[in-house]
Each structure stands twice: as C-alpha cells, then as structure tokens.
C-alpha cells in the first residue's frame, strides 16, 4: 500500500511493527543545528528487497546508521524484528560505504570476512577450519576466493566492495542492510552484488540498500522508501515510485530531462 | 665487559629502555592506525602540571603520589580531548594541540610560582629522563639475578615498568578482536555490539598507563618517539596487522639496546670524552629505522582508495 506522509510526517494506517524486520518510529537526527532526518517513520517489509532512495545529503546513510544505533538519534523508537535492536544484534548484517574504511588497513581479504564471524568467536574462541572454510564459502559466492591472501589496499573498488559483501553474508543474517553498494563499482561488481541479493531474497530474507541510481530501482527491487529528510513516500516500486513522488523527493534538484527520462522509464 | 661491571652498572638501564620501547610501541601500534599518535606527544605534556599538582598536595617527592597526579593528568587530558573535539566539532589532532599545550603551559606557571625551587623538579628532567642513573647496586655478577636480597635492590623503576608493561600486553591479548575491528571499521564494529567509543577510550588510559610509568624512568623523548617510530616504520615491513606488531616490538627492542650502547660507547670510538644521553640515542636510532624503512621497507606503497572519495 502506498503511503504518502504529510508535512508533519503523520501516517495513518502503519502496519504492524511486530512482523516488520526493522521497524523505526518517529526518528530524528541531527549533526549541529539542522536535522540530518526528520520524523521518520519507516516499516521495512519482510521477505523484500527495499531501496531507500532521495537526493545527496537527503539522510540516506544516517537513517541507516541510526537504525544500526551507529548514531545517535535525537528521539525516535528502533525496532527489529519486533524487539530491541540490541538483543537482534545477531540477525543483522551491515555493509557500511566503501569509502568510509581506510584501505591501507594492514590486513588480509580473509581477515576482513572473519570479521563477519565476530559474533560467533568472541574475544578469544578459536578460529577453527570450519570458521575459515565459511570465511572461503562466503568470498566464492561473491566471486573474490582467489584474493583471500591479498592485502585488502590491493583490490579494485568493485573487489574491495565484494569483500565488504563476503563478510555480510559471513555474518548469515536474516537481515541485510547496505550502505550505497553499487556507488563507483564496475558492471561486473554490479551484477555479482544483485545477484547475490537476489539469491538472498530468495532464501527469505529482507535487504535493504541505500540506492542512488534510479535508473535500475525498478529492475533491482521491490519497494522503495523515498527520503529528503523527511519520509516521502513508502511502498510497492510499482505504486511508490512515480514521477510525482520523485518529483516531491528530489524538487528542483531533478533536471526536467531526467525526470521525462524517468517518466519514460516508469511509463 | 664483565658481568661484574655489565650487571650492576648496564643491566638494568639496558633492560627498562628496551621494556620502555616495548610499552609504548605495543599501543602506539593501534595509536599510529587510528590516526591518533599525537596522543602519546599529549599525554607526556601534562604528566607535568600533574607532577606539579601532586607535590603541590603532599609537599614531598615520592614517586606513587607523582605517578597518580600524573595519570590523573592524562585523564582528564583524555576527557578534554574528547569533549572537546566532539563539542567543537573538529578534528583530534588539533584538539589535542590545544590542550596538551595548555596543561603543559600550565604546570610551567604552577612550578614557578609555587615554592618547588628547592626541589629537584625541573622541565629538562622531564624531557630526558635519567636512564644512565637505574643501576643496581646491590648486584655482584650474573649469579645475582638468582641472589634474593640483591633482586629486592633492583630499581623500583624496572618493577614499574614491568607490570605496566604486562597491562599493556594483557589488554592488547584480550581485546585484540574488537580493538582490530573497531580500528579498521568503527561503524561495523558498532553493529556487532562492540562498544567502539568505550574501547577507543579504554586504549587511550592504557596508552597513558605506558607513557607515565615509562615517563618516570626515561623521560618525555623515549615516550613520544616510541608510540610512533617503530609502529610506523613496522607497517612500512608487512601487510598484516600481527606482522606489525611482531615488527614494532623488534625495532623498538633493536632502537633501545642499539641506542643504549652508542650512546655509552659511540663517543668514545669517535674519541669523545663523555657519553651522551641514553633517551635522546635510542629515540635518534629509532627515527633512523623509521627512515630506512620508510625507503626500503617492501610494503610502503600506499594503495588504498582515497578516504571521503
């Protein structure tokens, strides 16, 4: 059901926290004076792949990152899986943005996929072989198991994006939650990640990704949630993704040229 | 040299200069990472308003009361630091600038105008120590190192160094998964229920743990040259995390026994009178490995995507 919020951000007809993967209520952000995300309310839906969607600096990320109690809110309710977000910690994967990492971090590929594995090892247990062959399993199905022993400085953009991917999926969660995945990646990187997420899907569980290219929303997923600091539009592709709300996503900041390319696009 | 010589009068400055490096290079490793290494330049500033503060006080100098009035220092250092690079909004390097100078400038006011003239307190002391002066009276030879009432004569300085040197080590061993995790990815680190900004301070109070036990024994100039020299020149010899730190406790060992003996002995081949400072040699050879590595390490080339990209 499509569900366009008024200025004030009031809803109705929310659906049920309880069954949603990550559900957020009445979110706001802020780095100084201006809010970074503004009363936001936000049900992602299980078993989808949801794209969150709106201009630069519209709180993509901090939405993100405020769901994962990265940052901080101002106020606001996180729930996931309809409990506390710290006792599902467990069920969660992140894959934060390529560029916020220093890559000349001295470490391996494969270390940074065990890194998945924290949860599980903890301060002290043991890496034991079954850990490095889930570790090696993880980067095959991102297409990255020959470069385990590579320095992680070493690797392409794409590569270094796949192995950001790797640790995820090492992390086994029922829910996935990605930081602008596709941003400076080649096409080879862009078709292993989909395909990847769409396995994923298909194994029943809920990704959503911070998405910048409208050009691919429709082929890639199934429902959006648009943003520009306050929640814009929420809902199926089909019913949310429209010139209109584009229109009321993006403003002036959408060239006439590309919103009749989009136009087109969505018929 | 003998051991009747070599023990009493070389042993035990040898062994505090080289667990000093250890101590110190052991933190600077993750200091150095996180882009934090001025911290180790900070912490030995304000070890002196502290000092101060603490004679001030108890109006003797022992070294347990100095010892905490200068962890308190660092401390509250750390928290200012902190509080005010977060306040403020801006990077750390310049919040520690402004308080490290400032506490330092401080305790310089302090000392001058309280009435600590008539004892031994002075900057140049701070800044370089007196490694040539822990020797060990009460031993004879190497038979003493199993002599119980000449080990109770060993220099209270090496004790100290000692346990905080197995605190370091301890804490390193213990959180050596979340402190990697966190130091390359602090945002994912947060999502897997590691307490980053508990972790980041916790390594920061270990860091000024090393700093004023090593402070005491080898002054100011070991202290800040060993949290950055051998952690930086070590990255430039691998590209694993525990290769680095295997690396740094080699050159930082290497800077201390290297540095020690030529500044006894250099000046004596070259047909000096005298030795030279101990501290200001090993942190001299230090800065000498750090620029060979820096030219001929094999893993110097920087090849990382650019940050903020």
Known sequence: MIELATHDGVKIDLPDIDSSPLAVRGLTVSYGQKPAVFSVDMTVQPGAMTAIIGPNGAGKSTLLKAALGIVKPLSGQVTVFGRPLDSQRSRIAYVPQRASVDWDFPTRVLDVVLMGLYRELGLLRRVRARHLARAMDCLARVGMHDFADRQIGQLSGGQQQRVFLARALAQDADLYLLDEPFAGVDAATEKAIITVLKSLKAAGKTVVVVHHDLATVTDYFDHVFLINTRPVAEGPVAEAFTADTLQATYGGRLATAQVDQLARVLG | ?309
């Open chain 2, 1 to 309: 040299m003998s051991g009747s010589e070599f023990v009493p009068l070389s042993l035990t400055p040898l062994l505090i200069g080289i667990l000093t490096a250890v101590a110190c290079a052991l933190p600077g490793n993750f200091l150095v990472l996180r882009r934090q290494a001025l911290i180790g330049d900070a912490i030995s500033h304000v070890v002196l308003p502290g000092i101060v503060v603490a004679f001030l006080l108890t109006g003797i100098i022992a070294a347990w009361p100095m010892m905490l009035g200068a962890a308190g220092a660092a401390v509250v250092a750390v928290v200012l630091i902190e509080a005010i690079r977060r306040l403020g909004r801006i990077e750390p390097g310049a919040a520690m600038g402004v308080v490290f100078t400032s506490m330092f400038a401080g305790g310089v006011l302090l000392l001058e105008q309280s009435d600590t003239s008539s004892v031994h307190l002075d900057v140049e002391h701070a800044l370089y120590g007196n490694l040539e002066s822990l020797i060990w009276l009460d031993a004879t030879g190497w038979s003493s190192l199993f002599d119980p009432v000449a080990l109770a004569g060993l220099p209270v300085e090496l004790i100290r160094i000692l346990i905080a040197l197995a605190g370091v080590g301890g804490f390193i061993w213990l959180f050596w998964r979340p402190l990697k995790l966190s130091t390359f990815d602090e945002g994912f680190a947060r999502t897997v229920g590691i307490r980053a900004d508990l972790l980041g301070f916790a390594l920061v109070i270990v860091a000024a743990v090393a700093a004023v036990a090593a402070f005491d024994a080898v002054g100011s100039i070991i202290v800040i040259a060993m949290f950055i020299c051998p952690p930086a020149a070590a990255r430039m010899m691998t590209n694993t995390l525990e290769g680095q730190i295997g690396w740094s406790v080699a050159f930082a060992v290497l800077s201390a026994s290297l540095g020690y003996v030529l500044a006894g002995y250099g000046p004596l081949w070259l047909g000096a009178a005298d030795a030279v400072s101990a501290a200001g040699m090993i942190a001299t050879v230090s800065g000498m490995i750090l620029a060979l590595a820096a030219r001929f390490g094999p893993c110097r080339a920087r090849t990382g995507a650019p940050l903020n990209s």
